[in-house]
């Protein structure tokens, strides 16, 4: 199964949005099924085969979630995160501004799934494939 080592190593080569899809074919060939990343702290869960799972450690100190959901400014965020104009931190901050408590990358249907703090969905995306 995979470490937190390996998953590290992994997520040290994205340097911006633009990077995703690289980096979810290098998780998936680690044999990470899916992963939680909670905005608040930047802790995540990943999930393997067999019911493997395991957790990270808060990132950075804990940020606010906005309690109103704004899918239209998640959109922007993310359009201009996937452009590189932001560094994963400032995404995180922003991704919070607009209501996003959490995200599910989901490695099988290729998904990444945002939620608000009511655990509604407020986008899903799909990950190119390369």
Known sequence: MFTSEAIKA??????????FPQYVKDMK?????????????????????NHFQLSSTAQWSPISVATAPSPKG???VLKAH????????????????NGVEKWT????RMACIYYDVQGGELLKEEIPVM
């Open 10 to 19: 992994t997520h040290a080569k994205v340097r911006s949005g633009a990077d």
């Open 29 to 49: 060939a680690l044999g990470v099924l899916r992963y939680d990343h909670y905005v608040a702290d930047g802790h995540c869960v990943y999930y393997g085969e």
């Open 74 to 76: 998640l959109t922007v």
């Open 82 to 97: 996937q452009a590189g104009e932001t560094d994963y931190l400032t995404f995180c901050r922003k991704a919070a501004e």
């Open 105 to 108: 990358v989901d490695m099988i």
